[in-house]
C-alpha cells in the first residue's frame, strides 16, 4: 500500500500537466473538423456533459426537482463513488477563488481505477454531503461522460465511468468551451433540456455577468448584457448579476428525465 501511494503520489505533477495539456490541445483539436470526427477526446460518441445551474431562483414547472437532484439519482445508482481530495485543474493553475480540496465526483466501475492515494471512496450519504459542499462553496456542477478525464487520469476507457466536475474559471472544462466553436459545444456540451436564460429590463449595462461569466459566452452591447450562441446555461450570470437582471426559466417538466436518458445513453455506472 505505501509503494502504490508514493507511486500515485508521484503521478500528481504528471495529472496537472495533463489537465493544462488538454485544455491547449482540446482547442486545437476542436477547430479542426476532421480530427474532431476521429480523436476520442472531441468524438461525438464518447463525450456528453451537461451544466447544472445551482441557482436558487430558478422557475420551474410545478413540483418540478432542481437541477442538482439530477445528481442524487445517479449517485444512489451507482455502483461505486469515489471523490478526488484536491481539483487537479484548480492545484495546477493555483487558483486563489475556490476550494482546491474539492475535487471531481467519479461514479462507476472504472473509479476505482483512479490513483488510490489520490482519492477515496465515498457512501451515497458521504457523496451527496461531498456535492452540498461543492454548491455552497459556488462551484457549478457539470454531469455526464467525459473521455478526456480517462486521460487525465490514467483510466481505460471502457464507458464505465460518470464524471462530476465542480466547475470555476481554471477547470479544464471552463477553459476549453472558451474557445471551442458554438456548434461543436452543442453536441458535446449541450445545453440542459428545456432551460433558458433572459436578460430583463433591469439590466444597467454593468458588465458584471460577463466580466464572470466561464466561458465568455456574455457580452455588453449599447449597454446591455447580451447571451451569445455559447451559454451552457450554467446560471453564473444569473447569481453574479447585481441587478437580479438575469432570468433562469426551465419549462419543460421532464428536463431530468431527458439529461437523465442522454447521459445513461453514453456511460454504464451502476
Same mark, same amino acid.
Given at each position: 500500500?505505501?509503494?502504490?501511494? %508514493?507511486?500515485? +503520489?508521484?503521478?500528481?505533477? %504528471?495529472?496537472?500537466? *495533463?489537465?493544462?495539456?488538454?485544455?491547449?490541445?482540446?482547442?486545437? &483539436?476542436?477547430? !479542426?473538423?476532421? %480530427?474532431?470526427?476521429?480523436?476520442?477526446?472531441?468524438? #461525438?460518441?464518447?463525450?456528453?456533459?451537461?451544466?447544472?445551474?445551482?441557482?436558487?431562483?430558478?422557475?420551474?414547472?410545478?413540483?418540478?426537482?432542481?437541477?442538482?437532484? #439530477?445528481?442524487?439519482?445517479?449517485?444512489?445508482?451507482?455502483?461505486?463513488?469515489?471523490?478526488? *481530495?484536491?481539483? !487537479?485543474?484548480?492545484?495546477?493553475?493555483?487558483?486563489?477563488?475556490?476550494?482546491?480540496?474539492?475535487?471531481? &465526483?467519479?461514479?462507476?466501475?472504472?473509479?476505482?481505477?483512479?490513483?488510490?492515494?489520490?482519492? +477515496?471512496?465515498?457512501? !451515497?450519504?458521504?457523496?451527496?454531503?461531498?456535492?452540498?459542499?461543492?454548491?455552497?462553496?459556488?462551484?457549478?456542477?457539470?454531469?455526464?461522460?467525459?473521455?478526456?478525464?480517462?486521460?487525465?487520469?490514467?483510466?481505460?476507457? +471502457?464507458? +464505465? #465511468? #460518470?464524471?462530476?466536475?465542480?466547475?470555476?474559471?481554471?477547470?479544464?472544462?471552463? /477553459?476549453?468551451? /472558451?474557445?471551442?466553436?458554438?456548434?461543436?459545444?452543442?453536441?458535446?456540451?449541450?445545453?440542459?433540456?428545456?432551460? *433558458?436564460?433572459?436578460?430583463?429590463?433591469?439590466?444597467?449595462?454593468?458588465?458584471?455577468?460577463?466580466?464572470?461569466?466561464?466561458?465568455?459566452?456574455?457580452?455588453?452591447?449599447?449597454?446591455?448584457? !447580451?447571451?451569445?450562441?455559447?451559454?451552457?446555461?450554467?446560471?453564473?450570470?444569473?447569481?453574479?448579476?447585481?441587478?437580479?437582471?438575469?432570468?433562469?426559466?426551465?419549462?419543460?417538466?421532464?428536463?431530468?428525465?431527458?439529461?437523465?436518458?442522454?447521459? *445513461?445513453?453514453?456511460?454504464?455506472?451502476?
Amino acid at each position: 500500500m505505501e509503494k502504490q501511494r %508514493l507511486m500515485d +503520489r508521484g503521478r500528481l505533477p %504528471l495529472l496537472r500537466i *495533463r489537465a493544462l495539456f488538454s485544455v491547449g490541445w482540446g482547442f486545437k &483539436l476542436a477547430r !479542426v473538423p476532421s %480530427l474532431r470526427r476521429l480523436h476520442p477526446w472531441t468524438r #461525438l460518441d464518447k463525450t456528453n456533459i451537461r451544466w447544472l445551474p445551482i441557482n436558487q431562483d430558478i422557475e420551474l414547472p410545478a413540483s418540478a426537482p432542481m437541477p442538482p437532484k #439530477l445528481l442524487d439519482r445517479f449517485i444512489e445508482e451507482a455502483s461505486h463513488r469515489v471523490v478526488y *481530495r484536491d481539483c !487537479v485543474c484548480r492545484q495546477a493553475n493555483k487558483c486563489e477563488h475556490y476550494p482546491i480540496g474539492i475535487g471531481c &465526483l467519479q461514479m462507476g466501475d472504472s473509479a476505482l481505477e483512479a490513483p488510490s492515494s489520490l482519492v +477515496r471512496e465515498v457512501s !451515497v450519504s458521504e457523496a451527496k454531503e461531498y456535492v452540498a459542499n461543492a454548491i455552497d462553496n459556488g462551484l457549478v456542477p457539470v454531469v455526464g461522460k467525459v473521455r478526456i478525464d480517462n486521460f487525465i487520469f490514467g483510466i481505460k476507457d +471502457r464507458a +464505465r #465511468l #460518470l464524471t462530476v466536475c465542480f466547475c470555476c474559471e481554471c477547470c479544464c472544462i471552463t /477553459r476549453f468551451n /472558451r474557445h471551442a466553436p458554438a456548434q461543436y459545444l452543442d453536441s458535446l456540451f449541450p445545453r440542459l433540456d428545456g432551460i *433558458r436564460i433572459d436578460v430583463t429590463d433591469e439590466c444597467t449595462g454593468c458588465g458584471t455577468c460577463a466580466e464572470h461569466c466561464y466561458i465568455k459566452a456574455v457580452s455588453i452591447t449599447d449597454g446591455r448584457a !447580451v447571451i451569445g450562441d455559447k451559454c451552457r446555461a450554467c446560471g453564473r450570470c444569473a447569481t453574479m448579476c447585481p441587478n437580479d437582471a438575469v432570468k433562469i426559466t426551465i419549462d419543460d417538466p421532464e428536463f431530468l428525465d431527458k439529461a437523465y436518458d442522454a447521459i *445513461r445513453a453514453y456511460v454504464k455506472y451502476n
